[in-house]
């Protein structure tokens, strides 16, 4: 709800937004808005009145309140998102419009908050503590400064030993050597770890085991930098441990985050369909089902096919040689009932090198980056609506 808004606020260079304003003399509101700030890693201003656009001193709010003496920060007209206590709404009612301001209260038999926020060009009014879940949402999707989500694919193999997480590592890695922010992620934990697989096993940083407790929002730049960097990209896996799952309200958290960040999300996944595994396969865009080109091999992915397919609406087949006699990638895509993705080329000298702890797709002029490559432009291109 709102009258004329006359602007947006700028962005912040950098792709990350500054915390939102706080405008309120209520203590026990604001201490509720200081912890839901905290809670989506947020670092707000806190002022008992419209700050002008320039010219004043930011209080940065900390565990033990506003302090002064910090750099300006913007005011309200810059700040990405404003929080007006209900208590304040008189003393901000002659503020510049804008979008992004929300009127904060507790008075939910109040019908006098309707006006207010009218008066001041709320876009939304907020009682807590009903409000809280999608205001810590509002509030970290502002602080991380939200655009386009990632592109988030997931391999499957057709069975056992098809190269999925082969194919998986390869695309993340191509996707990171072509400049995307890269995330990889290691959803069969009985697969022996993709750490591994990149040669990073000792490296440091969380697994999966570290958020199986999350529930509602995680935050996506918490996320990126708690997980090993691997090759210029970040991977999340699992360690050695004896956790074996992760409840799927965390997969579901953690790997939405990782899409709020944008780029690309490869998601390697096992060929059996669980809870956990059915949350990631309703955030992919794109499943790719690797199949050798084998009479038993495209009559085991079948099978996967139809599991995944009732989840994933984007599927598609990537064929893998050696054919046995009668079969080529289009024969498989046909068996199969799905589009064709592509023929997966085979790599010589793809063992040594990741014995020598040398990942797949790190050569980028091999036969499986240039697979990579030109699924990735694919992919992209569909995205933007050009194909």
Do not use: N
């Not at 937004?17 to 806190?46: K, N």
């Not at 099978?303 to 397919?309: E, I, K, N, P, Y």
């Amino acid at each position: 709800m709102s009258e004329t808004i006359t602007h947006d606020p700028p962005p912040a260079p950098g792709g990350r937004q500054s915390g939102p304003l706080i405008v309120t003399e209520d203590t026990e509101l604001l201490d509720d808005l200081l912890r839901l700030c905290a809670a989506a890693g947020a670092t707000p201003e806190v002022r008992h009145s419209v700050p002008g656009a320039a010219g004043y001193r930011a209080g940065a709010v900390g565990a033990a309140g506003p302090s002064a003496a910090y750099p300006q920060r913007g005011g309200w007209d810059a700040a990405p998102l404003v929080l007006v206590g209900d208590d304040a709404a008189r003393r901000v009612r002659g503020a510049l419009r804008r979008r992004g301001v929300v009127l904060v209260g507790r008075d939910q038999d109040d019908p006098g908050v309707w006006q207010r926020a009218v008066e001041i060009g709320a876009d939304h009014v907020l009682m807590l503590p009903d409000g809280e879940q999608w205001l810590v949402d509002r509030i970290a999707d502002v602080t991380e400064g939200v655009g386009r989500p990632a592109l988030t694919v997931g391999v499957i193999g057709g069975r056992g030993g098809a190269g999925a997480s082969t194919l998986a590592c390869a695309l993340a890695v191509t996707s990171a050597r072509e400049g995307k922010r890269s995330l990889l992620v290691d959803a069969d934990p009985l697969g022996g770890g993709l750490d591994v697989l990149l040669g990073g096993e000792t490296a440091d940083g969380l697994r999966w085991p570290a958020f199986a407790a999350s529930r509602g929002r995680v935050g996506g730049g918490a996320l990126e930098a708690s997980l090993p960097e691997l090759h210029s990209l970040r991977v999340l896996s699992w360690d050695r441990g004896d956790c074996v799952a992760v409840p799927p309200p965390a997969v579901r958290a953690v790997l939405a985050a990782a899409r709020r960040r944008g780029g690309t999300v490869v998601v390697d996944l096992p060929r059996r369909i669980d809870d956990g595994v059915a949350e990631v396969l309703s955030q992919l865009d794109v499943g790719l089902l690797v199949v050798p080109a084998e009479l038993r091999a495209v009559a085991a992915a079948g099978r996967v096919a139809t599991a995944v397919g009732m989840v994933l609406r984007d599927l598609r087949v990537a064929v893998r040689g050696p054919y046995a006699s009668g079969l080529d990638d289009r024969e498989v895509a046909r068996l199969l009932g799905l589009p064709l993705a592509g023929e997966v080329p085979v790599e010589s000298g793809l063992l040594r090198a990741t014995e020598s702890r040398r990942p797949p797709g790190t050569s980028a002029r091999g036969p499986l980056a240039r697979f990579c490559r030109e699924f990735w432009e694919r992919a992209l291109a569909e995205t933007d609506g050009v194909v």
